[in-house]
């Protein structure tokens, strides 16, 4: 699905770079992400009480510029794709004099200064309640994005799966074969026969969780002895996974990203801690 406009504008710089700072054109393109399309969102409604909708930071003087840059674009060019623009656009601002971006950059910062006035008097007018019901959004949203950077930073790395138990083998290997020939339900005779191979000539897909509490019924229902292969198989994969764990570790400490992993996690601890904090301090 391609991408709206208004979520190309807002993908393009976050309100950590400066306004109308230049960047080419690959560069351009390469920071439509989702991420950076938070910073122009408004304050949500708590649920521990009303909070009005806080005013909306403005675009910089980048986004402005691309904002006018695109309605040229597509009136002299209207069968453009999407891309297309994004690149017409970004060449325009690259190839933009001084006097065009300090036109641009003067107009983001009389907003900014706008937007400071609204924002402090819309501070000064929430009550305590509203003030700690803010805190809670804001410190519940960056926990998600440091969780979400912390996974994706392990994905990147290649972590090694983790062990599986007994029970997640013996599921896993059942669950296949459940899907296509299910027993008509998990007790019984049924099961027995499912194991003997005797399956019932009609029967319907379980949902997940009836796939669930079949496997779950099957794994009680299952022989000491037969138990034994999987929790043999488990074993088997700690194994693995502590090798994996030891040689992977090792490699991020050359590579030099264990205090990138390191310093993620202590995010995630200190936020964690503030929320608790703050909690606490609602409830008294």
Sequence with gaps: MALSMSAVLRGFLT?????????????????LTQNSAREFATQKH??????????KRPPSGFILFVTD????????????????VIKAVAGKWKA??????????????????????E?????????EQQREALEEVRLDKKLKLTKRRLNDKLKELDKPKGARSAYVLFATEMRKKLQEK???????SSISSWFLGKLPSKSEVPSPQ????????????????KKQTYLHKADEDKLRYEREMKAWSQRLEKEGQSDVLN??????????????GSARKTVA
Aim: glycine letters at 4%; charged letters at 30%; proline letters at 6%.
């Design 15 to 31: 309100n950590k770079q400066i306004i109308g700072r230049s960047i080419g054109a690959t560069s351009c393109c390469a920071r």
């Design 263 to 276: 310093d993620l996690r202590e995010d995630i601890r200190e936020i964690r801690k503030s929320k608790h």
């Design 69 to 84: 840059a695109r309605k040229t674009v597509l009136k002299e060019n209207p069968a453009l794709t999407p891309t297309e």
């Design 46 to 55: 708590s649920s521990t009480g009303t909070v009005p909708a806080a005013p």
């Design 182 to 188: 299910p027993p008509k339900s998990a007790v019984g």
């Design 96 to 117: 933009a004099d001084d006097v065009t971006r300090n036109k641009y950059a003067a107009l983001a910062r009389e907003r900014f200064e706008q937007y400071e006035k």
């Design 210 to 225: 009836e796939m669930m509490t079949q496997l779950g019924a099957m794994w009680k229902q299952l022989p000491e002895e």
């Design 119 to 127: 924002k402090a008097a819309y501070t000064s007018q929430l009550t």
